[in-house]
């Protein structure tokens, strides 16, 4: 109990009575799941700014449940799979259950996100599965020649540069390509099939070809439990409860109060210039593998 709770437990009527309810933790999960955190006030979902959102909804005194409200088209597999496995660490320690809410979109490394919890909703309209694995690029080798400039790349490694977008493509490093995006597809399926069992329906070529299905296609399929927002789910399930939200650690921009203007600039991937290099460097850098 902290100490506003304590306090409030000193207190006569609904004050008081109030610090003694049940508790439902809430972290939101919004953005783009990578390991480099931005400065700027894009949300991104990566281990270092979850783990104290999540260590926060888990210790409370009085929790019956954590509800995860997902909101990201997916991003790096590791930062996936390392925040996935830490809520379940964490609702195996306290005995609890977790709740995930689908929000706008759950694909991708959004829906590993909402696997790690025991039920899952969505909203009729919210984007869920995406059960694939994506690489981009560009190839750049006529643009130099075009211009004369010549590419130098020194390697001690013969496959230290595989598939350098100033050099043209080779065959044996895209059957490379596809062998590491199989394997990763492999991991993200059976994650699906470990956490959603025989609840899912449907041909598994479809349920696991990538696509994206709308929450009420989603629940026919399986992907989901059921339809309904947060509030109410939660509300109907336990309504003398708490509903506690546990933040996530903010971009630094966000935190010194700029937040404002930098995401005017950085509204979406083709709004703005750092939407238009953030959307480059999550291809080029973040991650060469997205979910």
Same mark, same amino acid.
């Given at each position: 109990m902290n100490v506003a709770e304590r306090l409030a437990s000193r207190l006569p009527g609904r004050l008081g009575e109030r610090a003694e309810r049940?508790?439902?933790?809430?972290? *939101?999960?919004?953005?783009?799941?990578? $390991?480099?955190?931005t400065p700027v006030a894009r949300a991104t979902i990566n281990t270092h700014a979850v783990e104290t959102a999540l260590t926060r909804a888990f210790g409370h005194d009085r929790l019956v449940a954590v509800a995860l409200e997902v909101n990201s088209p997916g991003g790096a597999p590791t930062q996936s799979a390392l925040i996935a496995d830490r809520v379940r660490g964490l609702a195996a320690k306290k005995n609890v259950p977790v709740l995930a809410f689908c929000e706008d979109v759950a694909a991708s490394g959004g829906y590993w996100l909402a696997c790690a919890a025991d039920e899952i909703y969505a909203h009729p309209t919210s984007l869920v599965g995406s059960i694939g694995v994506v690489s981009a690029g560009f190839g750049? +080798? #006529?643009?130099?020649?075009?211009?004369?400039? =010549?590419? *130098?790349?020194?390697?001690?490694? =013969?496959?230290?540069? *595989?598939?350098?977008?100033?050099?043209?493509?080779?065959?044996?490093?895209?059957?490379?390509?596809? +062998?590491?995006?199989?394997?990763?597809?492999?991991?993200?399926?059976?994650?699906?099939? =470990? *956490?959603?069992g025989g609840r899912l329906r449907g041909e598994e070529a479809d349920l696991f070809s990538g696509e994206v299905w709308t929450g009420a296609k989603a629940l026919d399929l399986g992907l989901v439990d059921g339809l309904?927002?947060?509030?109410?789910v939660v509300g109907e399930r336990w309504p003398d409860a708490t509903v506690a939200v546990a933040e996530p650690r903010r971009p630094l921009l966000a935190r010194l109060g700029l937040g #404002? &203007? &930098?995401?005017?600039?950085?509204?979406? $991937? +083709?709004?703005?210039?750092? #939407?238009?290099? =953030?959307?480059?460097?999550?291809?080029a850098v973040w991650s060469r593998f997205g979910l």
């Open positions: 049940p508790v439902v933790a809430v972290v *939101r999960l919004h953005g783009v799941i990578t $390991p480099t955190p750049l +080798a #006529g643009l130099l020649e075009r211009f004369g400039v =010549e590419r *130098r790349v020194h390697t001690a490694g =013969e496959h230290k540069a *595989r598939l350098d977008p100033f050099q043209p493509e080779k065959p044996e490093d895209v059957a490379w390509l596809k +062998a590491m995006q199989a394997d990763l597809h492999a991991q993200f399926v059976e994650w699906v099939r =470990e *956490r959603r309904g927002t947060m509030r109410g #404002g &203007a &930098a995401a005017r600039f950085g509204a979406g $991937p +083709a709004e703005g210039v750092l #939407g238009a290099i =953030e959307a480059l460097e999550h291809r």
